[in-house]
C-alpha cells in the first residue's frame, strides 16, 4: 500500500493547495491512504470545523500536535471524529485519542500521533506512549506523526521504534528535512515532512512579522503570509504483510509565482 503524508498545512490558503496537491498526486501515484498534519490549518493558527473539514475533503486522517487545543471550538471535534488526532501522550481524560485504525479490507493501518517533550510541552514520556500503542493497536502496518522540534529526539524515536512500526515521520519545524530513509529493521523515516503553505514565508508567517519579532522582541500578532504555495510531504509504500517499508520519498509540489 502506498501512504501520502502532508507535512503540517498553513492557514485556508495552504487547504486550497493541499486539496489540490493531493488529488494530482493519487491520481498519479495511486496513493491508498492520505494523512495530513491539520495543527496549524485554520487562520490565525489552530485548527476549526471548517479548516478540518476542507482536510477531509481529501484526507483520510488529520494528525495534529501542540496547537491542537489552541481554538475553544477545537475540543469537542476531536471526540466526534475518531480520524481527527490529537497527541496521545496527554493526560488522560483529555478530549479526543491518538490513535486510529483505518480498515481497508484485506488489512488495516493504525495512525498513531505522539508530542515530543523536548523544548515542548511536559506531556507524558513520548517513548511509553509509543510503547502502549504498538501493545493496543493489533495491526503490524503502523505511522507514527511524532510532533517534535528537536531533531535528536525526532532520530532517537525513529531507531527506538525501528522494526516496531512501518513509519516514523517528523512534523512540528515546517521545513522538509533531507534524511529519508529506510532504517536497518524496516521502519521509514523522515525528520519533518515539511509543510503546506506559502514558500516564501517564515514558517508560513509574514516574514516582515517574523522578523520584526526577533528583531525587537515585542508582542507581534502573526499572519499568514500570501503568495505562492507549495506543498510538501512524503510518499512510503508498506509491504502491508511484513508491515515494513518498501520506499519512502520525499515531496514537493510548488505553485507557480
Partial sequence: MKILFGGDVVGSMGCEFA??????????????????????????????????EALFSFADVITTGNHCFRRQEAIDLYDE???LLRPANYPE???????????KGAYSL???????????????NPFECADRLIAQCGTKNIIVDFHAEATSEKKA???YLDGRVSAVIGTHTHVQTADEMILPKGTAYITDAGM????????????????????????????????????????????????????????QLKESR
Fill in 19 to 52: 486539496a489540490q496537491s493531493v488529488r494530482r498526486i493519487k491520481n498519479e501515484r495511486g496513493i491508498d491512504v492520505v494523512i495530513i498534519n491539520g495543527e496549524n490549518s485554520a487562520d490565525g493558527n489552530g485548527l476549526t470545523r471548517g479548516s478540518m
Fill in 81 to 83: 471524529h475518531s480520524f
Fill in 93 to 103: 481524560g483529555t478530549a479526543g485519542t491518538g490513535v486510529c485504525i483505518i480498515d
Fill in 110 to 124: 493504525a495512525v498513531m500521533n505522539i508530542c515530543g517533550t523536548a523544548f515542548m510541552d511536559a506531556l507524558d
Fill in 157 to 159: 524515536m525513529g531507531f
Fill in 196 to 251: 503546506c503553505g506559502t514558500e516564501l514565508s517564515v514558517l508560513g508567517v509574514e516574514p516582515e512579522l517574523a522578523v520584526r519579532k526577533q528583531r525587537y522582541r515585542m508582542p507581534v500578532r502573526f499572519t499568514e503570509a500570501k503568495g505562492a504555495q507549495f506543498f510538501c510531504g512524503v510518499i512510503a509504500e508498506i509491504n502491508e504483510k511484513t508491515g515494513t517499508a518498501v520506499s519512502v520519498e520525499r515531496i
